[in-house]
């Protein structure tokens, strides 16, 4: 859904994760790169994402997403 995408990219462009909520499913499962096991919910996840938003992983999301949102313009 392209409206997903558009408040996904929003979110990661503005850094500011406030709006997890609304973009993230109840049951999400979030895999860690750090713990290598899966973590289930919603408040865990946000979790992870908001401790990561100043680190490296940020910055790739960004630039995934990029590519992704340009893609499906194009």
């Known amino acids: 859904n392209m409206d997903i995408l558009e408040k996904w990219y929003a979110v990661i462009k503005s850094n500011d994760l406030n709006d997890l909520?609304?973009?993230?499913?109840d049951d999400v499962v979030f895999y860690s790169p750090v713990v290598y096991t899966q973590q289930k919910?919603?408040?865990i996840t946000k979790l992870y994402l908001?401790?990561?938003k100043n680190l490296y992983?940020?910055?790739?999301?960004q630039e995934i997403n990029q590519i992704i949102y340009l893609a499906c313009l194009g």
């Open 21 to 25: 909520n609304d973009l993230l499913a």
């Open 41 to 43: 919910g919603k408040e």
């Open 57 to 61: 992983f940020v910055k790739l999301f």
């Open 50 to 52: 908001k401790t990561q």
